[in-house]
């Protein structure tokens, strides 16, 4: 009766060592493999950065490359307080509002993500593939020659809320450089330089009013 019990206690420990080992290698893959997946989105940030004309190491100094992001993502400075909100709200011992900097963050990262789209000319569907699988868009981003980051494609400042600020801005500044040109233009045609000290005179003057040399 006595070795009975004890082969019976020394095959359920033998179980428990086995079950053990196991729950620890497959803890051990799970570590690796989200190591490998970490390392895996920094290279494909490391190429977006490139494409957009940063330098690639931006994207390994954390909060830095959020800083870039926005940047790349043409949104206003403080959306990357947003975005690193949950960080601020730990540091400064504040858990009440934990949930709320939860939110604000993933409407920052959608934020950056929607306006990266557009300078990528891409449509809604690969933004809700960018939002819901980052894992499959970001690689695509990265590594595929269609993914090219248009610079010159006016993007909102605040995203999706508020009109196309960005536009109305630029097209204001070219209207008014558009103006200043045609009034150079035409003031270059209606004036001459002095040959002698280089003053500028009325097209029609037949000497400089500075230094009196007779004109052509």
Not at 8 to 16: E, G, I, L, Q, Y
Not at 72 to 79: D, H, R, T, V
Not at 118 to 134: N, R
Request: net charge neutral; proline share 3%.
């Amino acid at each position: 009766m006595y070795s009975y019990n004890t082969s019976a206690f020394d095959t359920a420990s033998s179980v428990s060592e086995g079950v053990l080992v196991g729950l620890g290698l497959v803890a051990i893959f799970i570590i690796i493999l989200a190591l490998a997946i970490g390392i895996f989105m920094i290279v494909c940030q490391w190429k977006i950065f490139k494409k957009a004309g940063k330098n690639g190491w931006e994207a390994i100094i954390p909060f830095y490359s959020t800083w870039v992001e926005v940047e790349i993502a043409g949104l206003n400075w403080w959306w990357f307080l947003i975005v690193i909100g949950p960080t601020l709200i730990s540091v400064l011992g504040i858990p009440v509002l934990s949930p709320l900097a939860s939110l604000a963050a993933l409407l920052g990262t959608i934020a950056v993500d929607y306006n990266i789209c557009k300078k990528m000319h891409q449509e809604t569907g690969f933004l809700v593939l960018l939002i819901l699988v980052p894992i499959v868009a970001r690689p695509m981003m990265a590594f595929s020659d269609k993914y090219q980051f248009d610079n010159d494609v006016d993007v909102n400042p605040n995203a999706f809320f508020g009109g196309n600020t960005t536009t109305t801005t630029n097209q204001t500044t070219t209207t008014s450089q558009k103006a200043e040109t045609k009034t150079s233009t035409t003031a270059s045609k209606n004036t001459k330089f002095c040959t002698n000290c280089g003053t500028k005179v009325d097209k029609d003057v037949k000497f400089c009013t500075n230094c009196g040399t007779k004109l052509n």
